[in-house]
């Protein structure tokens, strides 16, 4: 179960069906998961009702891919370029 793949984001825009106050922070169980969507039960943080929400799913990750050779040589590529660090950024 990867959680960055998941717009968990919506929970903060849902109410909870028993107390109408926010289900972000809710313990979420995972019910089905799919390609393109995840169900999950997600206990209110409020009253505990529980509540079944189905949330979409990216199917890549939300964070950076991880840095491979090409991005290495690129990098050294463009410090070459540069001739001293500090031309890399704006001042
Ligand atoms: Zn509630």
Do not use: K, Y
Request: charged letters at 25%.
């Amino acid at each position: 179960m990867d959680w960055s793949l998941v717009d968990v984001d919506r929970l903060a825009r849902l109410a909870c069906p028993s107390c109408q106050r926010g289900l972000a922070g809710g313990l979420m169980r995972q019910v089905e998961w799919t390609t393109r969507r995840c169900i999950v039960v997600v206990a209110c943080p409020n009253c505990n009702a529980e509540s079944m929400v189905v949330l979409e799913t990216s199917g890549t990750r939300r964070t950076a891919p991880p840095i491979d050779v090409d991005d290495v040589r690129r990098a050294h590529e463009a410090l070459a370029r540069a001739g001293r660090m500090s031309d890399l950024f704006p001042a």
